[in-house]
């Protein structure tokens, strides 16, 4: 029959609530279950069995469905003015239908050139017509396969994209192929398909698939490459077997080129070659001398005197004057010390002497914040190096270099190997890399301890500013993050701006509702601060009563109660929430970090405009999947932000994520006002848990490799 309204649709999974006009005896019949992309219009035909709900009544559960061709000429016309094939609307499809009658999907299928008989239609538009068709076809094509192997519409949808009218091709040959390049799809999915393809459970390509997936997964956890004894054990869970050899399968992997080995340690490929060459760069930029003139150097107090108004401590001027000497320098230090005003100094000095200067942090945020503070356009990475989402590739490289005298990048402990490779190949001879970055700090989210392991090298030039400064002192927010890093924690209650708090609450329940209070009332209140736009609620986890998940819940429901209510992405919204971009997106220009509030939805048109940082953006609904809530937010998303207030949980409910740099990172985050609720035996916890995820990186061994080599 042909459905006439969706009540509800779930995105990420097809699970779906329609109301379908059966052409049968045409009765209207609720159904119930999983479909890709319901719209009122479609035809489908439906098996299923009759459930009787309570509230709603009887339903169709569905077991099995594809889509069906429409039935009359007005089934017809719904069908193709529905708006889901390009180029045609209610009018068009009227005429379409008049001229060609029941012929009508025949015709667009397989004679496409007679569109041209009904007026208004040209070449162009049978082009689009034609096309849109097609996909309409294969699409249903590729869910009725995928369904007979009891795949989703969801993950059918993701499948569809990633692959297009290849998809069964591209299944039927390689099933494992989904594992490692359809996001969301795991190897258990894919494996399941493929055994019921009929693949073995010993065959070769499934014991490839599993060792190429655990690589692949290792990078999530921050590992550039695995030890062989961990990429066995890993390889074993996945295959639920013991019955293989994992050095046997490395080295088949190896000759095909999907895997590099080095000793006893495994890489994708691509991290080996970038672990290779970063550290050859970074060794032959040791030895590199700056474009800063030599007369400004010998008399660089009295150059800075004119550049700046600003009296430099004698371990700040020791800075400045090795990142102006040298082609690569590493500043680092904690809140307070200075590492902005060194920046200042640096630019200010830099551009007298004429030198092109470029400012680059991973994040939007990041780099807003160091423009800010230095007066200087300042840029992401990606846009610094040109990165072309299309291509996955960076303009900025090798044979095109930045086109700069001194670089400056931000934010250090962010940057991942990739990236870091990516930087050090746009750098050119004679152009000054300054970096600059805080190594207490969390590392970054994607593979590499880059800042620790360039500084641990002992080969690049690094300064550590540990003086805390006159303006700083009287702030207990600065030192008490520096008293974390110590394992200690004093300062609440001290100091002259009374600017962060413990309040001590054992039970989760009391947390997660004075977190609330703090968030939507007293803060507010007290310090004449926007509840949405000047509070940050930073928590370790997202599950649990004070994980993300259940404060946003709560949050929403008290600073946004009467936005407008959709639906994106299976997951609930409303206008007026506050959310947090999670990924770069160069098409909209908006950032990760970058946060925003919802200010309009259009259900005709499909899309929401959110306003970020004085910005409005109008972006199709899908969008949002690169968006989450943010009235709390996990510290890893707060890294690179600052925040006016930070109201930080800290409870045994999230054990495992009470860490020492976590709880720095989430002070840190703060201006004005940082308060801690939550339990005096999780604080000594997190403060005596310098344990951090061991991660597998040999950056500053092959720096040091490198460096003895260039000698």
């Not at 098996?47 to 077991?63: D, Y």
Request: with cysteine; aromatic share 6%.
């Amino acid at each position: 029959g042909e459905i006439e309204s969706v009540v509800f649709h779930n995105v990420e999974n097809g699970f779906s609530v329609f109301r379908l006009r059966s052409d049968l005896d045409d009765t209207l019949l609720t159904v119930v279950g999983e479909v890709a992309d319901p719209q009122p219009g479609h035809w489908i035909r439906v098996t299923g069995v009759w459930e009787e709900n309570a509230r709603w009544g009887a339903q169709l559960k569905i077991r099995k469905w594809e889509y069906a061709a429409p039935t009359g000429k007005d089934g017809l016309v719904r069908f193709l003015g529905g708006g889901f094939i390009s180029g045609i609307g209610p009018a068009m499809a009227a005429r379409l239908v008049e001229h060609f009658g029941d012929q009508t999907l025949e015709v667009i299928d397989r004679k496409p050139e007679r569109l041209s008989e009904v007026a208004g239609i040209g070449r162009s538009r049978t082009k689009t017509i034609r096309e849109s068709f097609a996909k309409y076809k294969h699409l249903s094509e590729v869910f009725v396969f995928l369904q007979s192997y009891g795949v989703g519409p969801g993950t059918a949808h993701r499948i569809y994209n990633k692959y297009k009218e290849q998809s069964i091709p591209v299944l039927r040959e390689d099933p494992y192929r989904l594992a490692m390049e359809v996001q969301g799809i795991g190897f258990l999915t894919a494996d399941r398909i493929a055994q019921s393809m009929g693949v073995e459970k010993n065959a070769p390509r499934r014991l490839e698939a599993a060792c190429l997936f655990s690589l692949q997964q290792a990078e999530l956890d921050g590992h550039v490459f695995l030890p062989m004894e961990e990429l066995e054990e890993r390889t074993r869970m996945f295959l639920q077997c013991d019955d293989f050899d994992i050095a046997a399968v490395a080295a088949k992997l190896a000759h095909d080129r999907r895997v590099s080995l080095d000793a006893d340690r495994a890489y994708v490929p691509f991290y080996f070659h970038a672990e290779k060459k970063t550290a050859q760069n970074l060794a032959r930029m040791t030895h590199g001398r700056s474009r800063f003139p030599a007369d400004a150097l010998a008399r660089l107090d009295a150059f800075l005197r004119e550049c700046i108004d600003l009296e430099l401590e004698p371990e700040q001027k020791a800075a400045v004057r090795l990142a102006l000497s040298r082609e690569l320098t590493i500043v680092t230090g904690g809140p307070g010390t200075g590492k902005t005003t060194l920046i200042r100094a640096i630019v200010a000095a830099a551009k007298k002497a004429g030198l092109t200067i470029l400012l680059a942090a991973p994040t939007g945020r990041a780099a807003r914040r160091l423009s800010e503070a230095t007066g200087h356009p300042a840029s992401t990475l990606h846009r610094l190096l040109e990165f072309a989402p299309q291509t996955q590739k960076f303009g900025r490289c090798r044979t095109n270099p930045l086109d700069a005298g001194l670089v400056v990048v931000d934010e250090l402990s962010m940057v991942d190997l990739p990236l870091m490779y990516a930087l050090t190949e746009a750098i050119d001879a004679g152009c000054s890399l300054c970096c600059v970055g805080d190594q207490d700090q969390l590392p970054s989210v994607g593979p590499g301890l880059v800042l620790r392991d360039l500084i641990d090298s002992g080969v690049i030039p690094a300064v550590r500013l540990q003086k805390v400064f006159r303006q700083a002192q009287g702030s207990m927010i600065v030192s008490a993050a520096h008293e974390v890093n110590e394992g200690r924690f004093e300062s609440q209650g001290k100091g002259t701006l009374g600017d962060l708090f413990f309040i001590e609450r054992d039970d989760p329940e009391a947390v997660a509702n004075l977190v609330h209070e703090l968030a939507t009332s007293r803060i507010p209140s007290s310090y004449r601060m926007h509840p949405l736009l000047d509070i940050q609620v930073l928590t370790p986890m997202h599950k649990g009563i004070i994980g993300t998940e259940a404060l946003n819940a709560l949050l929403q429901g008290t600073l946004n109660p009467d936005g407008q209510p959709f639906t994106a992405g299976g997951k609930p919204w409303r206008v007026g929430d506050k959310i947090l971009q999670t990924k770069n997106n160069y098409d909209a220009g908006v950032f990760n970090g970058d946060l925003g509030i919802i200010e309009g939805y259009d259900s005709k048109e499909r899309t929401v405009r959110i306003r970020f940082d004085e910005r409005d953006v109008t972006v199709p609904l899908e969008h949002l999947s690169e968006c989450q809530l943010s009235y709390a937010i996990s510290i890893h998303k707060s890294q690179g932000s600052e925040y006016p207030a930070v109201i930080i949980p800290v409870h045994t409910q999230h054990t495992v994520m009470l860490q020492r740099n976590l709880l720095y990172t989430a002070i840190t985050r703060a201006r004005r006002l940082v308060v801690l609720v939550g339990s005096k035996k999780a604080l000594w916890i997190t403060l005596h848990n310098t344990r951090q995820k061991e991660r597998h990186s040999r950056l500053r061994e092959r720096i040091i490799e490198a460096e003895s080599k260039s000698l």
